[in-house]
């Protein structure tokens, strides 16, 4: 009795290769919204940093605050094309910006700057770049047929010559109903977003910091503030300054000359007077800073004013 013993024949088979996650070069016509994105806010700041015209700055800027980071975002979050489509990216772009903004404004806050047009722009554009390097290179490393590559939308137009008649006025209708919009628009955007002649005023503690102010004064004792004042006058002024306790002027400074659009600010001491502090021991104070333009004496009434309440103890009452 023999046996026979099953022999296995080879089979040919084929061995599909491992998917290669080797990053290719950055093909930068895939990212060409992106890159656009990019050039104009970076247009925007430097619009708002010179002081562009309106125009100029609503067209270039606005879109760095309501569109660009978040849109850099999403293209971050979601670099495949299998994730979000175009329209959905967009609005998701307009909603993640908006929802932006309030958290940059609170670091601002907390930082070392102010929340002024310089560090705003620079925080939104230095974002906007951050999120769009990383969603660049987060693109860049997906299989080319899986990336997300944005398209502009082509339809097809007819030639005129073979519109009818009906056509032809609706366009004509069409057009000069979009140019009376536009044109109103655009003149009601700028009356808008043209700001009248100002000037601001603001108290800033020996740190700099708009809180912890110098509440307690004591006779013959200083304290020490910081006042800012900032030009949008759209020219130099010359500014003058007094500081009254209660009834009492306690300080001034004459001809504070500011050019346009620049920022004077100066540690000013404050010293309460002995015969100010007898009046009325340990009761709260008034700390009046008037701002004038020019000379205080040309003026019933200040350009500005701002006050602080403090609290003035008289060691002369003491038992």
Do not use: C
Not at 39 to 45: A, K, L, Q
Not at 56 to 77: E, K, S
Request: charged share 15%; glycine share 8%; hydrophobic share 45%.
């Amino acid at each position: 009795m023999t046996t026979e013993q099953a022999v296995e024949q080879p089979t040919d088979t084929t061995v599909a290769p491992l998917p290669s996650h080797e990053t290719s070069p950055i093909n930068f016509r895939e990212q060409w919204e992106l890159i656009l994105f990019l050039i104009i806010g970076t247009i925007g700041v430097g619009a708002a940093l010179v002081g562009a015209p309106v125009p100029l700055r609503l067209i270039f800027g606005l879109p760095l605050i309501v569109f660009i980071p978040g849109y850099a975002l999403v293209t971050l979050l979601f670099p495949s094309s299998e994730g979000l489509d175009g329209l959905e990216r967009i609005a998701l772009g307009f909603g993640l910006s908006l929802a932006i903004i309030p958290l940059m404004a609170l670091g601002i806050e907390f930082s070392p700057w102010k929340l002024t047009l310089g560090p705003i722009a620079g925080s939104l554009l230095t974002l906007s770049v951050l999120l769009t390097l990383v969603a660049i290179w987060r693109r860049n490393r997906l299989p080319k047929d899986l990336r997300f590559v944005a398209e502009i939308p082509r339809p097809y137009v007819p030639p005129i010559s073979t519109w009818g008649k009906t056509s032809k006025i609706a366009a004509g209708m069409l057009v000069v109903a979009v140019l009376i919009f536009g044109g109103s628009s655009a003149a009601l955007v700028a009356q808008r977003l043209r700001s009248d002649p100002s000037t601001e005023f603001a108290i800033f503690n020996q740190n700099g910091q708009a809180a912890f102010y110098p509440r307690s004064f004591a006779e013959g004792q200083s304290q020490q503030i910081q006042l800012e004042i900032e030009n949008h006058e759209g020219k130099d002024v010359a500014y003058s300054l007094d500081v009254v306790a209660g009834s009492t002027t306690v300080g001034s400074i004459d001809s504070i000359h500011v050019a346009k659009g620049d920022t004077w600010q100066r540690p000013v001491t404050i010293q309460i007077p002995p015969t100010l502090t007898a009046v009325e021991p340990g009761q709260p104070l008034a700390l009046t800073f008037n701002l004038y333009r020019g000379n205080s004496t040309d003026y019933t009434s200040p350009y500005r004013s701002l006050r602080l309440f403090i609290n003035v103890d008289d060691k002369t009452s003491a038992p």
